[in-house]
């Protein structure tokens, strides 16, 4: 009998350990604010610093110019000898619209680590361009215009004819993937592997694939539905020089024969389907103990896999700085420029110029009030009007 209580008493003490060495963290952020925009255009052929035509102008209490507001899950199992399990699933909120959240999988993955190898996951995830420019931006990729590489709002970088607010191309959406001006940030259907530091470098890899081949009959036109791509990132420590550089590439084919798009710089010109997008970055930064400098260059290029001369290229460079100006006054400034090109009549060239400052006030280590401006110019071509936009915002935000 007392053998027998004291197996019991050991297998719960195992049990208990087991439980202790696994771990699931809810966490969260939440931004608020006021934010207004302005945007201007003008006639094709004319200057973008002399906007005369009012397209837009928004002020209201709304959420995220900081940071995008979000809740998650993820935890993380000890499977003993250096190896462990986690998961990621996050959704993104919205404040302050009339429902709590309208669920959206911003990530949600499962993968396996060995410690002082690396690991792996599978899901929807953050591409290796992302990652390395979530490292090296000034801004800390808030959502504001003024940034040229992170242009997630950036109406004031992009040739529409439109000169709306609600859909630039910088917020489009690849069949498997979210998409910047600059680059695509996340991508389902995505196996990514990543290595320990090894002598100041670690590296990353990405594949995705999600494809569907039907048999053409006479109920179906049938064909390959395939979306594709691979990315790679490095970087490199020293000292107080960090070095990143990231490339991916993505492939999208639909069936039947597409029309060739529109020989514009248009709202179609980077994501969509028929279409090979290929994306580069290099960045580095410095700690100079007073302050963090940086230094970013991205190159984009899309073309029709149905017609390879159609094409729409983007290239932009950006420096900033970033300080703690008081230990609870942090400030940041970037200044960035760029061209876009596309083949079409004339093949219009247009060239687009913003910059961005903003300031936090840190109540503690998980609140802060913060201010932001920024704007940004894109001249014209013979056949597109440019526009001139500007984007300021106060607000709250706390993390959890």
Do not use: C
């Not at 390395?132 to 801004?139: A, F, I, L, N």
């Not at 995705?208 to 395939?226: D, E, H, K, L, R």
């Amino acid at each position: 009998m007392k053998k027998s209580l004291f197996a019991v008493a050991a297998l719960s003490a195992i049990a208990g350990a087991a439980q202790a060495q696994s771990s699931v963290t809810v966490y969260g952020l939440l931004d608020v604010g006021y934010i207004g925009s302005n945007l201007r255009g003008t006639t094709a052929g004319t200057n973008a610093a002399a906007s005369t035509q009012q397209l837009q102008q928004t002020s209201q209490f709304a959420n995220g110019a900081e940071s995008t507001s979000r809740l998650g899950f993820k935890g993380n199992e000890d499977l003993g000898g250096g190896t462990s399990a986690f998961f990621t699933i996050e959704t993104g909120l919205t404040p302050t619209g009339s429902t709590i959240s309208t669920w959206n999988n911003r990530q949600s993955f499962v993968g396996l680590k060995k410690n002082g190898i690396g690991q792996f996951a599978i899901g929807t995830q953050y591409t290796p361009m992302f990652n390395k420019v979530s490292e090296t931006d000034p801004g800390q990729l808030n959502n504001l215009i003024g940034n040229v590489i992170y242009a997630t709002n950036s109406f004031g970088n992009n040739i529409n004819g439109q000169g709306t607010v609600a859909s630039p191309y910088g917020n489009a959406s690849s069949p498997n993937g979210t998409t910047n001006d600059a680059f695509t940030s996340r991508t389902s259907n995505t196996l990514s592997v990543q290595s320990d530091t090894f002598a100041g470098f670690k590296a990353s890899a990405v594949m995705v694939q999600n494809n569907v081949n039907q048999t053409q009959t006479a109920a179906t036109s049938g064909g390959n539905t395939n979306w594709n791509g691979w990315g790679l990132s490095a970087d490199y420590t020293w000292n107080k020089l960090y070095v990143v550089g990231a490339y991916q590439a993505f492939k999208s084919i639909q069936p039947g024969t597409l029309a060739a798009p529109a020989p514009a710089i248009a709202s179609t010109s980077f994501g969509g389907t028929n279409t090979q997008d290929n994306q580069g970055y290099v960045a580095a930064t410095y700690d100079f103990g007073i302050l963090k400098a940086y230094a970013q260059w991205a190159t984009r290029k899309a073309t029709d896999t149905l017609n390879n001369t159609y094409y729409a290229k983007r290239q932009a460079q950006q420096l900033g700085v970033r300080s703690y100006i008081t230990p609870v006054v942090e400030a940041w400034a970037s200044v960035g420029n760029g061209r876009l090109t596309t083949y079409g009549q004339s093949n219009p060239t247009a060239n687009f110029v913003a910059y961005q400052v903003g300031s936090n006030y840190w109540l503690s280590k998980r609140t802060n009030l913060y201010a932001a401006f920024g704007s940004a110019q894109t001249s014209s071509t013979s056949t597109q009007a440019g526009v001139n936009g500007n984007n300021y915002a106060v607000g709250v935000r706390h993390t959890f």
